[in-house]
């Protein structure tokens, strides 16, 4: 069993930085691949970006590549996403996910309750 929960999310003006924190509890962290996803209003949860297990392969969706960095830290059970350049429409609730694979949200195990984004133009 993992547990997730994030934080860091907050209001930012257009073009500012916000860094997501996703704290996981039990000894499986290290196991699993972890993800971001995000949900704006009105819309279905898309894939934002994930890295392996081992912590040396990341994704990111087209629309945040060159913008957005995950991370991991394996001696805090922790998952960072840092977001640069932040833009409109970047404005959603961002999710954190835990499994064999988070590319996609049918792969996830396990989800933190969310984290909203508020970006202003």
């Known amino acids: 069993q993992v547990q997730l929960v994030e934080s860091g999310g907050g209001l930012v003006q257009a073009g500012g930085s916000l860094r997501l924190s996703c704290a996981a509890s039990?000894?499986?962290?290290?196991?699993?691949?972890m993800g971001w996803f995000r949900q704006a209003p009105g819309k279905e949860r898309e894939f934002v970006a994930a890295i392996s297990w081992t912590g040396s392969s990341t994704t990111y969706a087209d629309s945040v590549k060159g913008r957005f960095s995950i991370s991991r830290e394996y001696a805090k059970n922790t998952v960072f996403l840092q977001m640069n350049s932040l833009k409109p429409e970047d404005t959603a609730v961002y999710y954190c996910?835990?499994?064999?694979?988070?590319?996609?949200?049918?792969?996830?195990?396990?989800w933190g309750q969310g984290t909203q984004v508020t970006v202003s133009s």
């Open positions: 996910a835990a499994g064999p694979a988070v590319l996609r949200t049918t792969q996830a195990n396990y």
């Open positions: 039990g000894r499986t962290f290290s196991s699993y691949a």
